[in-house]
């Protein structure tokens, strides 16, 4: 998986997949996987970076959705309005590209923008702006598969695929809160 995702990022090309059912399903959830083993490793990067080098990036924007709404609302946030929204604006348009120059240049410039959005999640980067890529770096990471089945499967699949995510990793912080678990 992780060699077929690398090899399109090395030369991203605007070409669908031609796969049965039980091949879209099997490369979703081999997708998913990957997406969140990736997303957990580069939180543990950044949660050790800041430690290490004594960074503080203040609040981050999912701490202040949980204290400021609903649980209700955060999923709904997250896992619906989030990836729709997103999936509209980054990656949508890549199909416009037919030229495979251009594409190329549009799949790359998709991922950076999905990846320099995120950094608006963190309250504080003054003085440290050198740890942008270290601090969107799942974010970078999840726009190249968010792009790799955009544009293999289609769009639905894409949003589905950023849905799953985004409640695979939120689905903890749900349960701590809907159970009223101290999570300090």
Not at 84 to 98: C, D, G, M, S, W
Not at 111 to 137: C, D, M, R
């Amino acid at each position: 998986m992780i060699a077929a995702v690398w090899g399109f990022l090395q030369h991203p090309t605007n070409e669908k997949l031609e796969a049965t059912s039980e091949e879209r399903n099997t490369l979703f959830v081999r997708l998913l996987g990957t997406m969140v083993f990736l997303s957990i490793l580069f939180g543990l990067l950044i949660g050790s970076f800041s430690e290490l080098f004594d960074l503080d990036f203040g609040d981050h924007a999912v701490d202040e959705l949980f204290k400021n709404y609903s649980l209700f609302t955060v999923l709904l946030l997250a896992v619906v309005l989030a990836p729709i929204l997103e999936e509209l604006l980054f990656r949508a348009p890549l199909t416009i590209f037919k030229n495979p120059a251009h594409f190329k240049y549009a799949y790359y410039v998709s991922i950076l923008l999905f990846g320099v959005i995120h950094i608006s999640n963190y309250s504080t980067i003054e003085g440290q702006y050198w740890a942008i890529p270290i601090l969107v770096s799942p974010q970078l990471s999840a726009g190249v598969f968010l792009g790799y089945i955009r544009i293999k499967l289609g769009l639905f699949w894409s949003i589905l695929l950023h849905a799953a995510h985004n409640l695979v990793l939120t689905a903890p912080l749900l349960v701590y809160l809907f159970l009223e678990i101290p999570l300090e």
